[in-house]
């Protein structure tokens, strides 16, 4: 590829294997990650971003005093990257609207539910809890509502008997690390983008529910 492909900057809060998936893509993708940062300084994805050889900044909430101040260091640390495209994965601090007007129509998240079901935490238990025979994860553009905003894409994923809630887990993180990636490259083809609060791919807005993406060969 011989234009500059599309920068992107990570969020993270922990672990980072969405970090990880979304990296390894990138060779074969539009996109290249050239930033990661982390509200937590002993994120394991900070550690996944060094073995890559992405640079990676902490701007951890404890520092500051109040979310504007925070957000305002983290506007700063993300603007020295100057991405098209901000990835939040797996960061676990809720953003105001001034942050999410800032980088309007360019921020995505993932979400381990089928959205518009379970927005919040703790979703793998809750389905558990209230019985449901399916399960997954949801890929959408960040607005001002939390969890709220259009979805891009989803996959399922059946709840069995024997699941518990790390079982749940790790199947929605199986499928995650599939369709982040899908989606990041989608943003850098420049094939989606956020209109009139709507995710429109190639041009046909997506209904509530984004696209279904089935499980590959591999599950
Ligand atoms: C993922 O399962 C992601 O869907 C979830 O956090 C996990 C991060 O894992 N995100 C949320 O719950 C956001 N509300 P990772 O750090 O290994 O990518």
Request: glycine share 8%; aromatic share 6%; hydrophobic share 40%.
């Amino acid at each position: 590829m011989t234009e500059r492909r599309c920068p992107v900057v990570v969020l993270i809060s922990g672990n980072g294997s969405n970090l990880q998936a979304i990296m390894d893509t990138s060779a074969d993708s539009a996109y290249e990650v050239v930033g990661v940062l982390s509200n937590r300084p002993d994120a394991y994805g900070l550690q996944r971003a060094a073995d890559a050889g992405v640079p990676s900044a902490i701007v951890s909430h404890r520092d500051h005093p109040d979310r504007e101040s925070f957000e305002q260091a983290l506007m700063e640390a993300i603007d020295t990257w100057q991405p098209r495209l901000l990835v939040l994965a797996g960061f676990m601090r809720i953003l105001t609207a001034s942050f999410v007007t800032r980088y309007q129509g360019r921020i995505l998240n993932i979400h381990p539910s089928l959205l518009p079901a379970y927005r919040g935490t703790n979703t793998h238990q809750r389905v558990l809890d209230a019985g449901e025979t399916e399960h997954g994860v949801s890929v959408h553009f960040v607005t001002e509502e939390l969890d709220g905003g259009p979805v891009i894409c989803q996959a399922a994923v059946p709840v069995e008997a024997r699941d518990d809630k790390d079982s749940l887990a790790r199947k929605v993180a199986a499928r995650e690390h599939k369709i982040y990636p899908e989606a990041v490259d989608w943003f850098a083809q420049g094939r989606l983008v956020m209109r009139d609060n709507a995710a429109f791919l190639d041009g046909e807005r997506l209904p509530e529910q984004g696209v279904r993406i089935p499980p590959g060969p591999a599950g």
